[in-house]
T-cell receptor, first 112, second 114 residues
Framework: GENVEQHPSTLSVQEGDSAVIKCTYSDSASNYFPWYKQELGKGPQLIIDIRSNVGEKKDQRIAVTLNKTAKHFSLHITETQPEDSAVYFCAASKKWTDKLIFGTGTRLQVFP | EAGVAQSPRYKIIEKRQSVAFWCNPISGHATLYWYQQILGQGPKLLIQFQNNGVVDDSQLPKDRFSAERLKGVDSTLKIQPAKLEDSAVYLC????????????FGSGTRLTVV
């Protein structure tokens, strides 16, 4: 069935360093890949997304890369700040559906 | 614009009792979703509405869960009777339309079944 694996489950970095979170999806029909940030007591917030016709997308300090052949995509955060500390989820959905399959989450801690 | 509103924020009930959650999506958003997020896991879709019609309810435990979206705006999700394993955060999300992506989540209702 549909499955999204996410690594690592926890990630600790020093302020100013880069953080990378990786996800692998199982369904080759997947064509939409969003990333969400979830802070304690809040709902997930969309931070960046990418579609399968694009290999890379960047928004200020955040970038996402997609490798369709290997069926994996990654989130890159540069110059991390303490306010980047949160749980990050990757997700994937198939063509013509809106059902998002989420990864298990990565808890990012940025130490000042 | 105002976000997705959910209530209550927290609910504690005993097993076998019933409970209902309410969601008001962003104005003009045709598509509404209910997700269940168990502690330490990613959200899982329970049901998806397009206006007031159901698009996908394949993972909704229909023997105990029900949901409706009357008039294509607000939605309610009900659990009757509740089980211990229903303890989770119930998230509502909305998007402008189908296949657009990037939907907006509410803050969720944290349900504890004791």
């Amino acid at each position: 069935g549909e499955n999204v694996e996410q690594h690592p489950s926890t990630l600790s970095v020093q302020e100013g360093d880069s953080a990378v979170i990786k996800c692998t999806y199982s369904d080759s029909a997947s064509n939409y890949f969003p990333w969400y940030k979830q802070e304690l007591g809040k709902g997930p917030q969309l931070i960046i997304d990418i579609r399968s016709n694009v290999g890379e997308k960047k928004d200020q300090r955040i970038a996402v890369t997609l490798n369709k052949t290997a069926k994996h995509f990654s989130l890159h955060i540069t110059e991390t700040q303490p306010e980047d500390s949160a749980v990050y989820f990757c997700a994937a959905s198939k063509k013509w559906t809106d059902k998002l399959i989420f990864g298990t989450g990565t808890r990012l801690q940025v130490f000042p | 614009e105002a976000g997705v509103a959910q209530s209550p924020r927290y609910k504690i009930i005993e097993k076998r009792q019933s409970v209902a959650f309410w969601c008001n999506p962003i104005s003009g958003h045709a598509t509404l979703y209910w997700y269940q997020q168990i502690l330490g896991q990613g959200p899982k879709l329970l049901i998806q509405f397009q206006n007031n019609g159901v698009v996908d309810d394949s993972q909704l435990p229909k023997d105990r869960f029900s949901a409706e979206r009357l008039k294509g705006v607000d939605s309610t999700l009900k659990i009757q009777p509740a089980k211990l394993e229903d303890s989770a955060v119930y998230l509502c999300a909305s998007s402008l339309d189908l296949h657009i992506g990037g939907y907006t989540f509410g803050s969720g209702t944290r349900l504890t079944v004791v």
